[in-house]
């Protein structure tokens, strides 16, 4: 079979087939001496397409959440905050070591105990026992 002479570009496409489908194609491929993508094309039409099987949803369906903690919004967005900073602090100090930089340990220690405190204080404000 010969390469396509059109305009329009083709574009790969990636697709999941039963075995036998697939010892079939490359069995015919190689037969009659062409390509994969010739064989596939050649047999390809929108008219005959179905399912193979009811197709399963790859998303769970979102549910109702129910109420998760007594405490006030803000206090919940604060501590959110600081576990995304934490979060960042930790991935950042995790690739400057595997880079070979070295840490002062000490200083670190210091950052967390402010932030220990912090967590505590926003704790006493919102009458929250932490």
Do not use: C, W, Y
């Not at 405490?71 to 995790?94: F, V």
């Not at 105990?113 to 404000?125: C, P, T």
Request: glycine share 4%; hydrophobic share 40%.
């Amino acid at each position: 079979m010969s390469r396509s002479t059109s305009t329009d570009p083709l574009v790969p496409f990636a697709v999941r087939i039963p075995s036998s489908l697939n010892s079939a194609i490359r069995d015919k491929a190689e037969r009659s001496g062409a390509t994969l993508a010739d064989v596939l094309r050649a047999h390809l039409t929108l008219e005959q397409a179905k399912p193979l099987a009811v197709p399963k949803p790859r998303r769970r369906q979102p549910q109702e959440l129910g109420k998760v903690s007594n405490d006030p919004p803000e206090l919940l967005r604060q501590m959110s905050r600081i576990g995304l900073n934490l979060s960042e602090i930790a991935r950042t100090a995790s690739a400057a070591r595997k880079a070979g930089q070295q840490f002062d340990d000490i200083k670190i220690l210091a950052v967390l105990s402010s932030i220990d405190l912090e967590i505590k204080r926003l704790g006493v404000v919102a009458g929250v026992k932490l």
